[in-house]
DNA sequence: CGTGCTTTTGAAAATCATCAAGTATAGTGG
DNA sequence: CCACTATACTTGATGATTTTCAAAAGCACG
């Protein structure tokens, strides 16, 4: 049961500046709040910072010294027992807002699992500029409101569902997110109507996918092979996944059969 | 697996005044962040209802016309498979602020275990008030960010904790939320340091305890018994618990031994 | 073209769920 | 006030899904 880990260094900052105006992200971002004229402001606090796969950017338990906000890649979230039992509790992906915790201490470890651009931004300072925009402040209760829905939906699967059920929810909860690769700010009823085979990639490792689950990476991997036998997904590659037939995955994922 | 569950009646409004001002919740609660002059404008929106035990009030998929804040009693939060299999997603108790999901219709339903006391505000009357009043709004964030530190602890806790880890867990966070019984403004570090048998009350079911767990009853029940005969704790009824060693329970319930 | 890591596959083991009674508790009506 | 009934809780025996242990097969990278 417990498998322990080696405990990746912090990543040390890398200074960039920071032009917000031009951030991809920014469309999909709680950075959006602002108008262009305010986001000159937003900008002088930001230091863009790049972390490499694999590297911890924030560790359970550190004081929170920053916020952050994803411009690229993709992160797993995770909390830790200390036995080494990892849980994940998200993936951020462009976009995401990281650091809300209330409390001094981050609850949350964060680590890249693809080379990522981050914004980072101080507490204090970002505080600041809050209390200026309170539109930035209500579209950050929006985040964090539709975090918590998501957070809900995953104690359902973590907490009843099978497997199977739990492997089909994920599949499809990739699927939905496409192309914007982000369920927190997923706000509209995503378009999740097309047919024929859908493309999702899993940049994260089947291990990472366990601990998402609540599961071991051979059950994950049992149940995709299951899946493919039984013609519902392709796997061509390992960090690849061909849906064929997504509705009938959707009803697999609430236990219908 | 599925326990199909016959499905109450949503309760009717039972309008009665809402004295904001005398409001023994309001120390616990977002609407804190008024002083006493702003708060006679939240009690002209307030509705104040009474819920019998029992009863749901919110019910998962309904519009989300309403915003609430529990100011007695306790309710319990869950959300529900087609075939019945339920998760509990957490506690409302005095103080805890209900509906905060963004989308038009709630996430979650409401049962009350407990007979409740409920301050219910329209969401468009309560919307123009939050605009008014920054300082709320910021409270809510606050709310909204502990909750969701509360929610990734609790997918640990479903994803990775054995039983006995799970309820030992549950006994020391009710332990920690006395006297307050309320773990979403658990701000300061509980001071969990007294010694001596410490009495908690579980006003829920076994049934619900398991559904919040991610067990079954029988496992709760098991696990409690062996917690007993352990010394670990006393059951002078079901619904009550003397914890005799609350360091011992704490361990355990991140996997010491 | 090794070498190391990830993934897949197989067999055995374990925790927890299910099925099944039996016991306590609470609420109801006589 | 007490018996009766319904519900909740406890306890036991059995079973199944998932984990654990083990090893082979793929794959990526130097």
């Given at each position: 049961m417990a498998q322990?880990?080696?405990?990746?260094?912090?990543?040390?900052?890398?200074?960039?500046?920071?032009?917000?105006?031009?951030?991809?992200?920014?469309?999909?971002?709680?950075?959006?709040?602002?108008?262009?004229?305010?986001?000159?402001?937003?900008?002088?606090?930001?230091?863009?910072?790049?972390?490499?796969?694999?590297?911890?950017f924030i560790e359970e338990g550190d004081p929170a010294e920053f916020f952050f906000n994803v411009t690229a890649g993709t992160a797993k979230l995770f909390k830790l027992l200390p036995d080494g039992r990892r849980q994940i509790t998200g993936f951020a992906s462009m976009g995401t807002f990281l650091g809300l915790a209330v409390s001094s201490t981050y609850a949350f470890g964060a680590e890249a699992v693809e080379p990522m651009h981050i914004c980072r931004f101080s507490r204090t300072r970002l505080r600041v500029v809050l209390d200026e925009f309170p539109?930035?402040?209500?579209?950050?209760?929006?985040?964090a409101s539709n975090e918590l829905v998501a957070a809900q939906e995953q104690m359902l699967?973590?907490?009843?569902?099978?497997?199977?059920?739990?492997?089909?929810?994920?599949?499809?909860?990739?699927?939905?997110?496409?192309?914007?690769?982000?369920?927190?700010?997923?706000?509209?009823?995503?378009p999740i109507d097309r047919h024929g085979p859908l493309r999702v990639s899993l940049p994260m490792t089947r291990s990472d996918i366990a601990d998402y689950l609540g599961l071991t990476i051979e059950t994950v991997s049992r149940t995709l092979t299951r899946f493919k036998t039984e013609r519902l997904i392709e796997i061509p590659s390992a960090s690849e996944i061909l849906i064929r037939d997504l509705a009938l995955l959707a009803g697999l994922s609430t236990g219908m059969r």
């Open positions: 322990l880990r080696a405990r990746p260094m912090v990543v040390e900052a890398v200074r960039t500046t920071a032009p917000c105006a031009g951030c991809e992200a920014r469309p999909f971002s709680v950075c959006n709040a602002l108008d262009l004229r305010d986001i000159e402001r937003l900008s002088s606090l930001a230091v863009i910072i790049s972390v490499d796969a694999g590297r911890t539109a930035m402040e209500k579209r950050l209760l929006e985040v699967l973590l907490g009843r569902k099978t497997a199977r059920e739990r492997l089909a929810s994920f599949l499809v909860s990739r699927a939905a997110a496409l192309p914007a690769q982000d369920t927190l700010l997923a706000d509209s009823p995503a």
